[in-house]
Nanobody, 117 residues
């Protein structure tokens, strides 16, 4: 059974940091590209960051809005992908989802991030 379980969301003040985790099971994690998306209230889902497989060089890409503030990483031994979020802004408030893609596409259930004073 495929599962992607996000954790680490919560309420944080502007300028603060959070680290999101996405634990995967039920498929060969290491051969899947992993990404983080987010969806703010009343808006569509947008791509935040992507990390390729080690075989593809582990290349990362980011949305312009988070470049220099967010870092995506993966630990294939733990079947987990992370999103380190620094210098958070109120506009980062959203539900954050992880996604795995290669032969199929899998989504997690999301974790809420709220940036507010």
């Amino acid at each position: 059974q495929v599962q992607l379980v996000e954790s680490g969301g919560g309420l944080v003040q502007p300028g603060g940091s959070l680290r999101l985790s996405c634990a995967a099971s039920g498929f060969t994690f290491s051969i899947y590209a992993m990404s983080w998306y987010r969806q703010a209230p009343g808006k569509g889902r947008e791509l935040v960051a992507v990390i390729q497989t080690a075989a593809a060089g582990g290349i990362t890409n980011y949305a312009d809005s988070v470049k220099g503030r967010f870092t995506i990483s993966r630990d294939n031994a733990k079947n987990t992908v992370y999103l380190q979020m620094n210098s958070l802004k109120p506009e980062d408030t959203a539900v954050y989802y992880c996604k795995a893609v290669r032969y199929a596409e899998y989504w997690g259930q999301g974790t809420q991030v709220t940036v507010s004073s």
